[in-house]
């Protein structure tokens, strides 16, 4: 079974153009890249542009998983609560019949724009090369094992894979978590008047023979 990929909600917010529009909600990442390219150029698109790179969860009921609903007070009729007004697949207040229904299921359920889940806590930790005495700060996912760490590292040393991964001298089993490696997030414990950041876990890579690179 393949895992699915955890995103930082940093992450999720550098996708906030029309060319490139993601958002999270419900605990998921979802990219709607595709669905603004197909209704490109309609109103209704207009929520959603202004929300890319943001959390919309209060858009939704937790439980159905489905748009808020509210008692609209004039009519007295079980309508969808869209605040930020009508978007794409919400039908329309009032009954229409120019409202094309044939889009099958709405955008919110539709698993298609799923590309992974957000992370419900982020670490930051530090990666020292104890070769060259390189060090490296990385904002991660707590659900992330050590193996998903170092795919985030690779973009500053292509040959991590060739280093031996340690805590405290302790060899890391890399497919358990930085919990489950049982590294403490100390920058919870600093945090306050004293900069955290200088306290955040440290992870030393001890270089082996060989120089694999992806």
């Known amino acids: 079974m393949v895992r699915p990929k955890y995103f930082t909600p940093k992450e999720v917010s550098l996708h906030n153009t ?4 993601w958002v999270s909600y419900l605990g998921k990442v979802y990219s709607l890249t ?3 390219e197909e209704y490109k150029g309609d109103v209704l698109l207009k929520p959603i542009i202004e929300c890319a790179g943001k959390d919309i969860s209060h858009w939704f009921d937790p439980k159905t998983k489905d748009i808020l609903r509210h008692v609209d007070p004039l009519t007295g009729c079980m309508k ?3 605040p930020r007004g009508h978007f794409i697949h919400v039908p329309p207040p009032s009954p229409r019949t120019d409202w094309a229904n044939d889009f099958g299921r709405p955008w919110w359920k539709d698993n298609r724009y799923e590309v992974g889940l957000l ?3 982020t670490r930051w930790i530090r990666i ?6 390189q060090e490296q700060r990385l904002e991660v996912c707590s659900e992330e094992t050590l193996d998903e760490i170092l795919q985030r590292y690779l973009r500053y040393n292509a040959h991590a894979t ?5 805590h405290n001298g302790v060899n890391l089993d890399m497919c358990k978590t930085l919990g489950e490696n049982d590294i403490p997030e100390e920058d919870e414990l600093f945090c ?3 900069d955290c950041n200088l306290f955040s876990s440290s992870i ?6 060989d120089l694999t690179e992806f």
């Open 18 to 21: 029309l060319g490139d529009i």
């Open 34 to 36: 595709p669905l603004v």
């Open 80 to 82: 969808y609560y869209t």
């Open 119 to 121: 992370s419900v806590k």
């Open 128 to 133: 020292i090369n104890t070769l060259t005495s």
């Open 162 to 166: 060739s280093y031996t991964w340690k």
């Open 192 to 194: 306050g008047s004293t």
């Open 204 to 209: 030393c890579l001890y270089f082996n023979d």
